[in-house]
């Protein structure tokens, strides 16, 4: 089941550039919110089906939380360990960002916060977008391969 690992990195590249278009729209507030939100809300849909997706190909039927704990056992400097640590900072940001975002808006206060924390998310999930590829990319390699290099 490889195909649902390339729709859940064609998933992350459609949210990615939904990071990017709700960015270019930060200064219509209302506009930023919703595309963000909505980038929040796509990106843990994603990851049920990362999980989802880890369990059918597994063939112990682990899902990809029970990997990635298994993996900071086993080797503790990994991409895999690198991908899940800024996934997981990624996801953090996305509930500051959220809960401060709707204080600026209602309030006019904490812009110093929500721009440090955007900065952060922004390097943070670039990070994970890229490690996601580069983790995937074994699972994924027959769908871009020539014909003849198929087993």
Same mark, same amino acid.
């Given at each position: 089941m490889s195909f649902l690992v390339v729709v859940a990195l064609a998933i992350n590249v459609l949210v990615v550039g939904g990071l990017a278009y709700g960015l270019s729209r930060r200064r219509e507030a209302a506009i930023h919110m919703k595309i963000m939100t909505t980038c929040f809300v796509v990106d843990l849909l994603n990851v049920i089906l990362v999980e989802v997706a880890a369990r059918v190909t597994n063939e112990e039927s682990q899902g990809a939380v029970e990997q990635g704990l298994k993996s900071f056992w086993n080797d503790p400097v990994s991409v895999l360990n690198f991908h899940i640590a800024v996934s997981v900072i990624s996801?953090?940001?996305y509930i500051i960002a959220? +809960?401060?975002g709707r204080r600026l808006f209602r309030t006019g206060e904490g812009r110093g916060l929500h721009r440090k924390n955007a900065l952060v998310f922004i390097v943070? +999930?670039?990070?994970s977008f890229v490690t996601s590829i580069m983790v995937s990319w074994p699972k994924i390699r027959p769908y871009f391969a020539p014909l003849d290099e198929i087993p």
């Amino acid at each position: 089941m490889s195909f649902l690992v390339v729709v859940a990195l064609a998933i992350n590249v459609l949210v990615v550039g939904g990071l990017a278009y709700g960015l270019s729209r930060r200064r219509e507030a209302a506009i930023h919110m919703k595309i963000m939100t909505t980038c929040f809300v796509v990106d843990l849909l994603n990851v049920i089906l990362v999980e989802v997706a880890a369990r059918v190909t597994n063939e112990e039927s682990q899902g990809a939380v029970e990997q990635g704990l298994k993996s900071f056992w086993n080797d503790p400097v990994s991409v895999l360990n690198f991908h899940i640590a800024v996934s997981v900072i990624s996801i953090v940001c996305y509930i500051i960002a959220i +809960r401060v975002g709707r204080r600026l808006f209602r309030t006019g206060e904490g812009r110093g916060l929500h721009r440090k924390n955007a900065l952060v998310f922004i390097v943070t +999930r670039l990070a994970s977008f890229v490690t996601s590829i580069m983790v995937s990319w074994p699972k994924i390699r027959p769908y871009f391969a020539p014909l003849d290099e198929i087993p």
